[in-house]
């Protein structure tokens, strides 16, 4: 009887790390810095800022330069409404802040 009493306290005791376990998970990703969301994101198509499906479109600054693609902005509003060959990421998929993350890091890197 006593037995029975603490295997369900080790029970217990062992869902609440669990639980403990995922939130400081989740805490961790909302941290991820930019580049780990750029590699999530768009690496698969974008890898080191370049495009796989249409090389005339890169991320690069000359031809972010030569489609007029200048600010955060313009980069958030591709993400919402791509072109051809593009996945789209809505406000679920990418919230403003992280779109905006990645914005700022291509801006930076590319
Ligand atoms: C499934 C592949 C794929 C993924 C994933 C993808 N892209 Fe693209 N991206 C493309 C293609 C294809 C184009 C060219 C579309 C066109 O013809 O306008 C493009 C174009 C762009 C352009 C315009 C570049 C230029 O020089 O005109 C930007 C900016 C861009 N993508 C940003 C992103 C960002 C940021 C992400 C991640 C949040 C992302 N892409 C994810 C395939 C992808």
């Given at each position: 009887?006593?037995?029975?009493?603490?295997?369900?306290q080790?029970?217990?005791?062992?869902?609440?790390?669990?639980?403990?376990?995922?939130?400081?998970?989740?805490?961790?990703?909302?941290?991820?810095?930019?580049?780990?969301?750029?590699?999530?994101?768009?690496?698969?198509?974008?890898?080191?800022?370049?495009?796989?499906?249409?090389?005339a479109?890169?991320?690069?600054?000359?031809?972010?330069?030569?489609?007029?693609?200048?600010?955060?902005?313009?980069?958030?509003?591709?993400?919402?409404?791509?072109?051809?060959?593009?996945?789209?990421?809505?406000?679920?998929?990418?919230?403003?802040?992280?779109?905006?993350?990645?914005?700022d890091?291509?801006?930076?890197?590319?």
């Amino acid at each position: 009887m006593r037995d029975g009493i603490r295997g369900a306290q080790g029970r217990f005791l062992a869902l609440t790390l669990g639980v403990g376990l995922v939130a400081s998970a989740s805490t961790a990703t909302a941290a991820l810095n930019a580049a780990a969301e750029f590699k999530e994101h768009c690496a698969a198509c974008h890898a080191n800022g370049g495009n796989l499906i249409n090389p005339a479109k890169t991320l690069s600054k000359a031809d972010r330069q030569k489609h007029g693609i200048k600010t955060s902005k313009d980069l958030i509003r591709i993400m919402r409404k791509p072109g051809p060959g593009m996945t789209a990421f809505d406000e679920k998929t990418l919230p403003e802040k992280e779109a905006k993350k990645i914005a700022d890091y291509i801006l930076k890197n590319f």
